[in-house]
């Protein structure tokens, strides 16, 4: 089996935008000294973890990534009749062990977000019952609420735990995600829009004779109501994925089938589900139209340097395309010759291969055990 597994996928995304930056403006990044549109890593996997794909297929096996553990603590133990003053002082217990809280005008929050296993919930969800039955403090032995944790998203990206008496119980990824980028140079545009008033349509019955002042409806109250500037790109995206298969095993508490379905629902995520960002604006659903799966042992690498020097003219998809297989080529050789990692292409433009059967090529090279 193989280490690492290794995903390329382009995709073209009609006029969106996708991912804003602080001003709303689709994010950038000048590569090869061209600027080019960009979704950052961030965005791509809170996306992927929240999808439909990734619940229906892990009920009950995700993690809860939330700061308000605290005030969900302290309005179950007052629901239940512990005294305020005794509800915020097991409140500030339980969080504590996740991290550093706030004090009682936040009712406890933590200053940072903290990714929870489910088992863990559960765990502070048994202790608060109990507590709030008993009208009591929690014990010492009671607070060893952290867990290592088997959520599959957890075993993907990571977690990291604020508090250094917590590391024992951090995760480090086992999946890497790059910022998805165009392959052609692109210049943000600008959306000039407007937005009518219903009400100042003269074929409106009720509204025809006169307004609510009584003044005599004239032409002069057509027009926009309303007006401002979006801002959008369009364009082919490369993106770059690399899965280190063993780790994402021992992250998942040695379970090879549970790892299998992560790596392959991961896969299916990352070639059909897009970006949040302005849906309702732009309808800017896509599917990928290449997937190209790799898997071996050797260091893995980024193959972001074919579109150093951006394609441009002609069918933007197709150059990609052709420009990503040449330069893989040529690099595979320069390193190892004819020495080609085990690979599974699904090329929509020139009909070959099938997303299903990249995902079983991903899952066969996902390793049994922890040592693979």
């Known amino acids: 089996m193989a280490r690492f597994i290794q995903l390329h996928l382009l995709t073209a995304y009609p006029p969106s935008n996708l991912n804003r930056d602080d001003l709303g403006r689709p994010k950038t990044a000048v590569i090869g000294g061209k600027t080019r549109l960009r979704v950052s890593s961030q965005s791509l996997k809170r996306h992927w973890r929240t999808s439909d794909l990734f619940r229906d297929a892990f009920r009950g096996q995700m993690g809860d990534r939330t700061k308000d553990l605290g005030p969900r603590v302290l309005k179950a133990l007052t629901d239940e009749g512990m005294d305020v003053k005794d509800a915020e002082t097991a409140t500030q217990a339980i969080a504590k062990v996740f991290g550093k809280p706030k004090g009682k005008r936040e009712h406890f929050a933590h200053e940072t977000l903290v990714f929870y296993d489910p088992a863990e919930i559960d765990a502070i969800d048994a202790l608060v019952a109990r507590l709030a039955g008993e009208k009591r403090q929690p014990e010492a032995e009671e607070l060893n609420l952290l867990s290592k944790?088997?959520?599959?998203?957890?075993?993907?990206?990571?977690?990291?735990?604020?508090?250094?008496?917590?590391?024992?119980?951090?995760?480090?990824a086992s999946i890497q995600v790059a910022h998805a980028f165009t392959v052609h140079e692109v210049q943000v545009e600008d959306d000039y829009y407007t937005a009518m008033d219903d009400a100042s349509d003269d074929r409106i019955d009720f509204f025809a004779a006169a307004d609510t002042l009584g003044r005599e409806r004239t032409r002069d109250d057509a027009?926009?109501?309303?007006?401002?500037?979006?801002?959008?790109?369009?364009?082919?995206?490369?993106?770059?994925?690399?899965?280190?298969?063993?780790?994402?095993?021992?992250n998942l508490g040695g379970d090879a089938d549970l790892a299998r379905e992560a790596a392959r629902t991961l896969t299916e995520a990352a070639a059909t589900v897009a970006p949040g960002g302005k849906q309702n604006s732009y309808a800017s659903r896509a599917y990928a139209s290449l997937v190209l799966a790799e898997a071996g042992d050797r260091q893995p690498r980024s193959l972001m340097s074919a579109f150093l020097r951006p394609v441009q003219g002609g069918d933007p998809m197709e150059d990609a395309i052709a420009r990503l297989s040449d330069t893989r080529d040529k690099m595979d050789h320069a390193y190892y010759g004819d020495d080609r990692l085990a690979s599974e292409t699904m090329n929509v433009p020139a009909g070959d291969g099938t997303l299903a059967g990249v995902l079983e090529f991903i899952a066969s090279h996902v390793p049994e055990s922890t040592d693979g």
């Open 149 to 172: 944790t088997r959520a599959v998203d957890i075993g993907m990206f990571g977690r990291m735990l604020a508090d250094p008496k917590a590391q024992p119980y951090k995760t480090d």
């Open 223 to 250: 027009g926009a109501a309303h007006l401002d500037v979006a801002e959008f790109g369009a364009g082919v995206f490369y993106l770059y994925v690399c899965i280190d298969a063993a780790s994402l095993v021992r």
